[in-house]
């Protein structure tokens, strides 16, 4: 059984930094590309980042400068290096796996989640 477990999330100060962690058991992980997205409060999921397994990477326009995503396929973990965190990043953040690289700002096309982690960035 696949699970995605989130970890490092918290409440910070604008400004401040955190890294979020997600751990991937179940699978070869190593096979997978591996997204962040994130959900505010009454607000649509949007993508956030992504790493294929050849090691590209994608990230949404706002966080580009600022969040770093690097992954560890001996761990099976990918991270999220978020620097310079803004109100605005306050949300709940989740890792994602899917099999294919091709649309992976489609949370839709993602076929494992884990729960989240909530991130607050207060001004």
């Known amino acids: 059984q696949v699970q995605l477990v989130e970890s490092g999330g918290g409440l910070v100060q604008a400004g401040d930094s955190l890294r979020l962690s997600c751990a991937d058991t179940?699978?070869?992980?190593?096979?997978?590309?591996m997204g962040w997205f994130r959900q505010a409060l009454g607000k649509e999921r949007e993508f956030v980042a992504a790493?294929?397994?050849?090691?590209?990477?994608y990230y949404r326009d706002s966080v580009k400068g600022r969040f770093t995503i690097s992954r560890d396929n001996a761990k099976a973990v990918v991270y999220l290096q978020m620097n310079n965190l803004k109100p605005e990043d306050t949300a709940v953040y989740y890792c994602?796996?899917?099999?294919?690289?091709?649309?992976?700002?489609?949370?839709?096309?993602?076929?494992?989640w884990g729960q989240g982690t909530q991130v607050t960035v207060s001004s």
């Open positions: 994602a796996a899917k099999l294919l690289s091709s649309g992976y700002t489609d949370g839709t096309l993602y076929r494992n």
């Open positions: 179940g699978h070869t992980f190593s096979n997978y590309l």
């Open positions: 790493i294929n397994s050849n090691g590209g990477i």
